[in-house]
Structure formats: structure tokens, C-alpha cells
């Protein structure tokens, strides 16, 4: 599944269009978010070079951060946010 779109994190978030510019500065910054938690880019590439869809968990995990900044800022990481990353994280050594 690739990444969430305006139109899936609006629909997420049961918001109108008057909101798509907040709206998107936030899915960009969860994905940011979510890509600096599991230390590779999101989408990440194949070995040919490739966009692979990102899994499930973390397509869930970056709405999750979407509405937790759209709705609540002050509590930006949820335990449910990390739990999702977690198996995606690496390079986090020792």
C-alpha cells in the first residue's frame, strides 16, 4: 500500500477541503515522523531501485500520527505509534 494520499488523510480525519493545506503540511510531517522512527525513507526502494509499497502497519501508523497532530498536537507519539514502527526500524545498533 503506498502512502496515505490528501484525499485518504481527509477522509481519515472526516475533514473537509477547506483544511487540505493543514492537512497536508501534517501527513507530510507524519510521514516525516514515521520515517525518522524507523530510520529509512518512506516508501522505501527495492533492490531495483523501486518504491515498495509501504506494509500495513505503517500506512496505520502514519494516519495514527496524522489524527494525533490534526486533533490532539500536545500528544504527537503514541504508544500505539512506536508499537506499529517498531519491527521496521533499522540501523539502530546496539
Not at 487540505?20 to 510521514?31: P, V
Not at 524507523?38 to 533492490?47: A, F
Amino acid at each position: 500500500m503506498p502512502v496515505p494520499t490528501l484525499e485518504e488523510a481527509r477522509q481519515d480525519l472526516r475533514a473537509n477541503s477547506e483544511d487540505d493545506a493543514k492537512i497536508q503540511r501534517l501527513l507530510k510531517a507524519s510521514i516525516e515522523s514515521a520515517s525518522n522512527f524507523i530510520n529509512r525513507p518512506i516508501p522505501w526502494k527495492d533492490e531495483a531501485g523501486v518504491d515498495v509499497d509501504v506494509p500495513d502497519a505503517v500506512y496505520a501508523a502514519i494516519l495514527l500520527e496524522l489524527r494525533a497532530l490534526y486533533d490532539a498536537p500536545e500528544d504527537i507519539h503514541s504508544l500505539a505509534f512506536c508499537n506499529l514502527l517498531q519491527p521496521y526500524r533499522v540501523g539502530m545498533g546496539v
